[in-house]
């Protein structure tokens, strides 16, 4: 596989205007995404940005950066345009899409989404871990994932993701990051999918892939990565970067 990392950004956010250039000890957050990311050390980083701040202030901390449309609906769309530019002779055949919203993530994170792709039936991974707040397991506002781990496993198929408590009965519930590994070919097709009847019903473009019967395998991993969503998501990052 030859990886590149692509980090989606934007400055339009309801809960955290500005939200990728918000102050972490003196670096704009995005900044710290990206260097996070060139620690997995997978391949190049790139930023995917909506809007010429983000661009700058990238290169200006050394890193890279492409101007892609503002009006982007998700993620995806974004990093797809962003491929398509940087790399147009498809000489990466995996993109990684990181969140620019983790700039706490442990690297071997990012390392461990790729991991699914070496089997050839996978068409993109993504991360899982299980879990442990009460609160968070009739949370709407928290995606949860429906996999079956067989007992010692890390690697399971994605069945489905809901915002619901689910799956019934005994047994781990999973919190589900957007954290995604696309074969080339996988994501092409994907962003050019109409929306899912259950992702709009859920609002879970994730379920557009299932619906389309394309295979999403998930790792299981022990750390839950601190995400910032809000200005008060701020403090515990800014502990442990500090």
């Given amino acids: 596989m030859n990886p590149i990392v692509l980090i989606p950004a934007r400055l339009a956010a309801s809960r955290f205007p500005n939200k990728p250039l918000a102050d972490i000890h003196g670096k704009p957050m995005i900044v710290h ?3 996070r990311a060139q620690e997995a050390d997978l391949g190049p980083v790139w930023v995917a940005a909506g809007d ?11 890193g890279k950066a492409v ?10 769309d974004r990093i797809w345009e962003a491929a398509c530019k940087i790399d147009p002779d498809g000489k990466h055949d995996v993109i ?8 706490a993530m442990e690297p071997g994170i990012l390392r461990a989404v790729t991991d699914p792709l070496a089997d050839p039936q996978v068409d993109i991974g993504t991360s899982v871990a ?13 995606v949860k994932a429906i996999a079956g781990f067989p007992d010692g496993a890390r690697q399971a198929r994605a069945l489905a993701f809901t915002r619901a408590t689910a799956p019934w009965g005994d047994g781990p519930l999973y919190y589900h ?11 092409e097709r994907f962003v050019a999918l109409p929306p899912g009847v259950l992702e709009k019903r859920e609002k879970l473009e994730q379920m557009r892939a299932l619906e389309a019967g394309m295979r999403i395998d998930a790792v299981l991993i022990d750390t839950i990565p601190l995400t910032v969503d809000t200005p008060e998501d701020l403090a515990p990052v800014l502990d442990v970067l500090g």
């Fill in 33 to 35: 995404c990206v260097e």
């Fill in 52 to 62: 010429r701040e983000i661009v700058d202030a990238v290169e200006q901390a050394g």
């Fill in 67 to 76: 101007l892609t449309d503002p009006d982007h609906p998700s993620g995806s």
């Fill in 96 to 103: 990684v899409n990181m969140q620019g919203d983790l700039p």
């Fill in 130 to 142: 299980i879990i442990t707040d009460p609160e968070d397991r009739d949370n709407p506002n928290v």
């Fill in 177 to 187: 990051f957007g954290i995604y590994t696309y074969r080339r070919s996988a994501l």
